[in-house]
Each structure stands twice: as structure tokens, then as C-alpha cells.
């Protein structure tokens, strides 16, 4: 099983765009989802993610305010509704299954990690 982050593209600053994270194969569902992003030369990290016991969200300082995480349970669908961009969101970005029913923030808490969704912000 993976999953599939798609919707990215090249957008400019103050833009939107909304990122969608489906799993191919057998599915399942775990504690919850959540999305990183890998910017060039920099190590990926934690951008959101929301878990499905309690629908509670968490998100990186950064992206606070512009994005928002949502989901559909029953389908295993999450999506990532990315508002006012700017050029340092740029970066290929991932969804992945959280392991645990507490959010974290590391990579290792995650898995079935797909390929990602390239989002570029430029003018």
C-alpha cells in the first residue's frame, strides 16, 4: 500500500492550491494522516497532519493560518488546502499514515510513504 499525494503545480505567491492524499492498493486505516514536504537541499519536514480518532489537527508554526488540513474517514481521503503561498513553500510534498494515536511531528511515526506532489511558488 502507498499513497498518493497529487494536485501540486506551479503557482505564485499569494496563490492557492489543494493537495489530495489517496492510497493505492489494499487500504486500511490507522491512527491518521499526515503531510510532509522535502525542499531542495533541506530535510524533509512536518507540515500537518489529523487524526481520525478525535479529528484533532496540528500543524508546523509556518503554515499556521494558511493551510488547512481536512479528511474524509471513511474514504481514507486527506487533502491539504494551501492558502496565501510563498516562494519557501516550495517543495515536493508527502502524505503519509501516522503510526500512533497521539499526532507527531517526526517522519518515523509515519509510513506507507508515497510519491509526492511537486508545489512550486514563484512569480
Known amino acids: 500500500v502507498q499513497l498518493q499525494a497529487s494536485g501540486g503545480g506551479l503557482v505564485q505567491p499569494g496563490g492557492s492550491l489543494r493537495l489530495s492524499c489517496t492510497p493505492s492498493g489494499r487500504t486500511f486505516r490507522r491512527y491518521g494522516k499526515g503531510w510532509f514536504r522535502r525542499a531542495p537541499g533541506k530535510e524533509r519536514e512536518f507540515v500537518a497532519a489529523i487524526s481520525w480518532s478525535d479529528s484533532r489537527t496540528d500543524y508546523t508554526d509556518s503554515v499556521k493560518g494558511r493551510f488547512t488540513i481536512s479528511g474524509d474517514n471513511a474514504k481514507n481521503i486527506v487533502t491539504l488546502q494551501m492558502n496565501d503561498l510563498k516562494p519557501e513553500d516550495t517543495a515536493v510534498y508527502y502524505c503519509?499514515?501516522?503510526?500512533?494515536?497521539?499526532?507527531?511531528?517526526?517522519?518515523?511515526?509515519?509510513?506507507?510513504w508515497g510519491q509526492g506532489t511537486q508545489v512550486t511558488v514563484s512569480s
Open positions: 503519509a499514515e501516522l503510526k500512533t494515536p497521539a499526532i507527531r511531528h517526526g517522519a518515523q511515526w509515519y509510513g506507507y
